[in-house]
Structures are given as C-alpha cells and as structure tokens.
C-alpha cells in the first residue's frame, strides 16, 4: 500500500511535465515514510539534457539530507530510468527503486541493461516493477497521441 502512495505521488510530478508540454515522467525520493525528493521531467524547459525527473529529484533530496549518499532512502519513478539516471541512481546508493512502468527503448534497470544490479559495480539496487503500471504507462501514452495528433494537425496547417 505504501508504494502505491508514493508511486502516486510521482504520478503528481509526471502530471507536471506534461503541462509544460514535456515527456510526462516523475519522482519522488521518500525517507523514514516522507518525501524528501521531488522532480519531474525539465529537459525542454530548462534547455538541459540533465534534467531528468530522476536527477532532479536525487539533487533535492540530497540537499535535504545533507550528503549525497541517499542510502536509506526509496525512489519512485513512473518510467524505467535510462543510463544517465540509472548510474546516478547507483552512484548515490539509493538502496531501492520502485518502478511503475517499463522503458524497452531506453531502460536501463532491466529493459535493455540492467545498470541498477550490475554485480561488478560496488552498489546494487533492490528493484520492484509494475507499481501502478498501467496509470504510469497510461499518462505517457497518452502525452505521445496527443503529440502525434498535434503536429498532424501542424502540418495539414502548413499545406
């Protein structure tokens, strides 16, 4: 129950990258049952090809922590991390990620590499997929046919 809670409120964030028009991906680093981390999706905005959810998130939560290892801290995120946030994932020891949905494009935490238990690495990550995975793939689904609709619709313009 309380990964749904909390894979809930990564949903909140992911809500947040859509309305600014960017992938809808979020969230949120939780410490002793409390939010520590929040982020979401930038990359447009800020014009940063690092500002994934993930890092977002990871940079806040460090800050309240007062350390950049996170070691007993769970991350929930809507969408698999990729290669960046995956190695800054292990990077801040983050002992366990709660996953909603899977990413067999670019997920690297089992999908195409599974950087979070590479055993050669000196940290592995405790992973647990699917927490509410069909609103996690839902949301992002949705983003893409409303993209794919809306530049039709620019180029039926432009002719």
Known sequence: ?????????????ARKAADLGEVPIGCVIEYDGKIIGRGYNRRKTDKNTLSHAELNAIRKASKKMG???????????????????????VQARIPKVVI??????????????????????????????GVLEEECSKILTDFFKSLRLRLKQEKEEDI
């Not at 909390?6 to 909140?12: G, H, L, N, T, V």
Request: hydrophobic residues 35%; charged residues 25%; proline residues 5%.
């Open 67 to 89: 350390d950049w290892r996170l070691e007993e801290c769970t991350m929930y995120v809507t969408l698999e991390p990729c290669q960046m946030c995956s190695g800054a994932i």
């Open 1 to 13: 129950m309380g990964e749904e809670k909390f894979m809930r409120e990564a949903i909140k964030q």
């Open 100 to 129: 909603g949905c899977m990413n067999p494009k670019a997920g690297c935490a089992g999908s195409i590499l599974n950087i979070l238990q590479e055993p050669r690495f000196n940290h592995q990550v405790d992973i647990t997929y």
